[in-house]
Antibody
């Protein structure tokens, strides 16, 4: 069965960077894009961008351009999302999801606090 | 960016009764390939979102047939024919045709 397993919770200081991983199993990794979606506490869902696991092409939400980088390692079927210059309003649960967001990871809480 | 507007934002339903959620997009979601890239997700309390409906009306694997989606262009509806206790949570619509993909604000469904 398809599974996306994300790395654990992180606490970061403002200005720092965080890198969240998402390990896929149960399907051919390069067959589907991986998207990243975040959810601030008590808020709705925000699409951050996607990466083609096939060729590494990316598309990022404009508001995150310059601060976010999505990558994949096809040898380990793992996707990564790095967010830099963290601010308090980046505090959220970060999800990875495959394809049309048909399968989701369990979420990674990133807390940005001084 | 495409704005997705859901109504109502909250819904309290008696078990066994129907429920309906509307979602309107600020632009047509019909692609030149003939598909409409519109989706419904449910986020149960404390869980990750899960896909219910894709391309307006196709139920995802394992989704009960009490869930149905309809609509076209800019107006879409999710219907639950008979609400069950396990259906509580927040329902989100999403468009996947125009970048950035955008979600509705969410509709919280609770059981009376």
């Amino acid at each position: 069965q398809v599974q996306l397993v994300q790395s654990g919770a992180e606490v970061k200081k403002p200005g720092a960077s965080v890198k969240v991983s998402c390990k896929a199993s149960g399907y051919t990794f390069t067959s589907y894009d991986i998207s990243w979606v975040r959810q601030a506490p008590g808020q709705g869902l925000e699409w951050m961008g996607w990466i083609s696991a096939y060729n590494g092409n990316t598309n990022y939400a404009q508001k995150l351009q310059g601060r976010v980088t999505m990558t994949t390692n096809t040898s380990t079927s793992t996707a990564y999302m790095e967010l830099r210059s963290l601010r308090s309003d980046d505090t959220a649960v970060y999800y990875c999801a495959s394809g049309i967001l048909d399968y989701w990871g369990q979420g990674t809480l990133v807390t940005v606090s001084s | 960016d495409i704005v997705m507007t859901q109504t109502p934002l909250s819904l309290s339903v008696t078990p066994g009764q129907p429920a309906s959620i509307s979602c309107k997009s600020s632009q047509s979601l019909l692609h030149s390939d003939g598909k409409t890239y519109f989706y419904w997700y449910l986020q149960k309390p404390g869980q990750s979102p899960q896909l219910l409906i894709y391309e307006v009306s196709s139920r995802f694997s394992g989704v009960p047939d009490r869930f149905s989606g309809s609509g076209s262009g800019t107006d879409f509806t999710l219907k639950i024919s008979r609400v069950e206790a396990e259906d509580v949570g927040v329902y989100y619509c999403m468009q996947g045709i125009h970048l950035p993909w955008t979600f509705g604000q969410g509709t919280k469904v609770e059981i009376k």
